[in-house]
């Protein structure tokens, strides 16, 4: 039994850490040489996949693989697994494969003016970031396609988890509470995450399937700052309004879409989130000592 997981990075880290005692062999792929030694020095099987090249024997890796997960993000000219055709023509002749997860995003249903969003609500993405990975989605879909191994997509909301939450924004002097009204976001922690692709690759669907990973409650960013400044008796920062918020194009993007995400479909799988709102998520960390000066 061999994982192979294509892009080692925040979220991908946490579902090796939740499934490596599954596996036989775990094979990770990063970008830097860097990465590589010390993730090789912490006992993992490593390839470099990257723009500048990729190790000679990643495509045979592919070839024996019985799992396989890609959190690599595409860019202008698609998917950069799918592109590469040394990488393609492996996926395709893998038949030990039984099961194969790609992380997207929740961004590929675009505005919903705050109402709720299921796995079957077309997509119709807005910024050019979400156009990239519906491409990207349905280019895996394809490969799944027929007799091919059965695709995965899991549209993941806004991620967080130790390091990079609320708390350590806070204490980092970094936090800011914009408000923009009616504004609610769905979010998921990095934790949740790994246990949602833990129970798909538990019982893969025949023909692949399409998973919302989001918490319970989507809400307003503005109460997920003021829960943490409670939390470590800091003063609540003031309100932001959007309009005059100082924002990169890429943050100021995400306030144009306004939805709530539904995951009754991975509920229904047998998933059940470790933390299901912000509250509890926030609560965890502040007890494991997140933002403590």
Partial sequence: MTLVVLGYGYSSAAFVAAVRDRFERVVVTVRGADKAARLAAEGLEV???GPDGMDPALPGVISTATALMSSVPPDSAGDPVLGRPELAAALAGATGLRWVGYLSTVGVYGDHGGGWVDEDTPVRPVSPRSV????????WQALGAGSGPPVHIFRLAGIYGPGQNALANLAG?????IVKPGQVFNR???EDI???LAASLQHPQPGGAVYNVTDDEPAPPQDVVAYAADLLGMPVPPDL??????LSPMARSF????KRVSNARLR???????????REALEGLFAAGEGRR
């Fill in 194 to 196: 790994a246990g949602a």
């Fill in 241 to 246: 309004p959007f309009a005059s918020a100082e």
């Fill in 188 to 190: 998921i922690h990095v």
């Fill in 173 to 177: 002097g970094t936090a800011r509470r």
């Fill in 132 to 139: 990239q990975r519906v491409a990207a989605e349905q280019a």
């Fill in 47 to 49: 390839c470099r996949l």
């Fill in 268 to 278: 229904a799988l047998g998933w059940v989130p470790r933390y299901p709102t912000y």
């Fill in 255 to 258: 306030y144009g879409e306004n």
